[in-house]
């Protein structure tokens, strides 16, 4: 079957996030929200649900568990059992739930920077103490985890290690060897892992996702991973998520943190979408990464041959590009504050997120989503071009 990725579907005034926040003029490419239809297995799926009419409390039983059994030992070759697999609205909550069950207020949690902005929300949230390491830029662009640097730190009050892979917003997808240092370091130091593998479905050519979990038995026992369909097919919006905790006890312990807090009763139609995407979304996905590493390529080949003062390095996955703008300070008064985002806005008409959001190490850059039909990219990149050029 032939998918259609390059027909933009009519989003704006559809209640979207992505395309009716920027103004009316103003090409969005910030948000995490590719611009495509879902697979028409979970459209079908949903369709077929809505016929019964009626939305009252879901009891899918053990039938969500083993959809994602299944995608992980096929996509990922990692056996988990249906009892590992607890369902939560979204990964951000997640991680949230996670910080409770595992730390006490005042204890900390260690995030890599640059990285997800919601990371940062857990200090205020959960009441911890946020410790932070540097990823290291290497001089193509792309990061590395040194892996000294991630254990000095750790303090005697770290309990939980936020790990974000594939990496968002750099794009790199962590090798089995630098899993297992992290991970290792974690054993030693009694740090429970957190593995938001969000993305981890879109990676590309020469590079392979690894769940962290799956490395072996003894990091499965301190690892809480949680995944999700919505960034792969496009179905954020249902708020379905998984987290995977093979621990008995961590287990036992994540549910308890989410008394009062989150209902056991997640989105019907997340679930109905979720079970399909995993069931049958495969062929729609292999055509997806088809679509996306020709843009990826596209992307990066323009804006590193085309837009002076700006870099890029390859992204291993997601869909989402990480724009070095640090050398257009050179252009701007001494003294001068700019968010590029809000330069790219105003002078281009693109939406970006700007780098700061993303945490130390993410001055002076902006993050690109190329998740949408090669002709949007196309006029996205022309745009900020054409800004440079005035500039």
């Given at each position: ?23 009316a003029d103003v090409l969005p490419m910030w948000v995490a929200d590719m611009d495509f239809t879902s697979p028409p297995e979970v459209i079908a799926a949903l369709e077929e649900h809505l016929k019964l009419g009626v939305f009252g409390y879901p009891n899918f ?77 290497d001089a193509d662009g792309s990061y590395l985890v040194d892996l000294d640097a991630f254990e000095a730190a750790i303090t005697p009050e770290t309990r939980i290690f936020m790990l974000c892979n594939p990496q968002n917003p750099t794009g790199r997808v962590f ?217």
């Amino acid at each position: 079957m032939k998918y259609d990725f390059d027909t933009l579907p009519e989003r704006r005034g559809s209640d979207c996030a992505k395309w009716d926040i920027p103004e009316a003029d103003v090409l969005p490419m910030w948000v995490a929200d590719m611009d495509f239809t879902s697979p028409p297995e979970v459209i079908a799926a949903l369709e077929e649900h809505l016929k019964l009419g009626v939305f009252g409390y879901p009891n899918f039983g053990e039938k969500p568990n083993q959809a994602v059994v299944e995608w992980l030992e096929k996509r990922h070759q990692w056996q988990i059992t249906p009892e590992a697999v607890k369902f939560v609205s979204g990964v951000v909550t997640g991680f949230n739930q996670a910080a409770h069950a595992v730390a006490r207020p005042g204890e900390g949690y260690l995030v890599q920077t640059p990285t997800y902005g919601p990371f940062f929300g857990v200090k205020d949230n959960v009441g911890l103490t946020q410790q932070e390491m540097e990823l290291t830029r290497d001089a193509d662009g792309s990061y590395l985890v040194d892996l000294d640097a991630f254990e000095a730190a750790i303090t005697p009050e770290t309990r939980i290690f936020m790990l974000c892979n594939p990496q968002n917003p750099t794009g790199r997808v962590f090798t089995k060897v630098e899993l297992e240092g992290m991970a290792e370091i974690c054993l030693r130091h009694e740090v429970i892992i957190c593995s938001d593998e969000i993305h981890s479905d879109l990676v590309y050519g020469g590079y392979k996702h690894i769940p962290v979990a799956s490395l072996s038995k003894e990091i499965a026992d301190i690892t809480i991973t949680l995944i999700a369909p919505s960034k792969t097919f496009n179905v954020a919006g249902l708020k379905a998520s998984a987290a995977i905790i093979t621990n008995e006890e961590l287990r036992t312990r994540f549910e308890g943190a989410a008394q009062g807090l989150a209902d056991r009763w997640v989105n019907m139609m997340g679930m109905v979408a979720l079970q399909a995407a995993y069931r049958e979304g495969a062929p729609w996905l292999d055509a997806l990464l088809k679509y996306l590493v020709a843009n990826r390529d596209y992307a990066v080949e323009f804006i590193n041959q085309q837009m002076p003062g700006v870099s890029v390095a390859v992204p291993e996955g997601t869909f989402l590009a990480w724009l070095d703008c640090r050398e257009l300070f050179t252009k701007v008064e001494p003294g001068e504050s700019v968010k590029f985002n809000s330069f790219f806005e105003q002078q281009a008409r693109v939406a970006l997120n700007n780098g700061d959001w993303f945490g130390k190490g993410g001055e002076g850059f902006v993050r690109l989503n190329f998740g949408c039909p090669r002709h949007i990219l196309k006029e996205g990149l022309t745009r900020l071009q054409g800004a440079l050029e005035r500039l």
